[in-house]
């Protein structure tokens, strides 16, 4: 009885395959980095001596302040009344939600005041002011 033995094949190495991956993986890199770099407004934080970072961040909002009392909701412009209804509807959705206020060292302190009342409104009242270590 004759037995088959298989022919000597050279092993292929197939780049298509490895090819799709790679870009794949660059292309969720490049998205994954655009929401992290798109959270945030480049601000002139002021400093403070004794500024840390909250150990359990938990659910959290960013809003930001320019220095000519421009708010942004995350990225987002928003004026005072759409944020008021904004944190309203994310206070109902996430009852342990904070809110991060990044406001520029230049801002004029009603704008603070006024995302103040609005976060009060809403029935937040874990309020964290951001600011660069000295």
């Known amino acids: 009885m004759a037995m088959w033995t298989p022919e000597e ?8 395959p490895m090819i ?3 870009f794949l993986l660059i292309a969720f890199f490049m998205t994954l980095i655009s929401f992290i770099s798109a959270e945030l407004v480049e601000l002139e934080l002021p400093e403070a001596a004794e500024a840390s970072i909250p150990e359990e961040p938990g659910e959290r909002q960013y809003i930001s302040i320019d220095r000519e ?3 942004y909701f995350g990225a987002s412009s928003i004026t005072e ?4 209804a904004q ?3 994310l206070k109902a959705e ?3 939600l904070k809110v991060f206020l990044r406001a520029d060292s230049n801002t004029a302190h009603r704008h603070v005041n006024s995302v103040m009342k609005a ?4 029935g937040i009242f874990d309020l ?4 660069a270590k000295d």
């Open 94 to 96: 996430l009852p342990r």
């Open 87 to 89: 944190l309203v509807a």
């Open 119 to 122: 976060t009060a409104k809403a």
């Open 20 to 22: 799709d991956v790679v």
């Open 128 to 131: 964290i002011f951001a600011s």
């Open 81 to 84: 009344d759409a944020l008021t």
């Open 9 to 16: 094949v050279d092993p292929e190495f197939e780049l298509t």
């Open 69 to 71: 009392g421009q708010l």
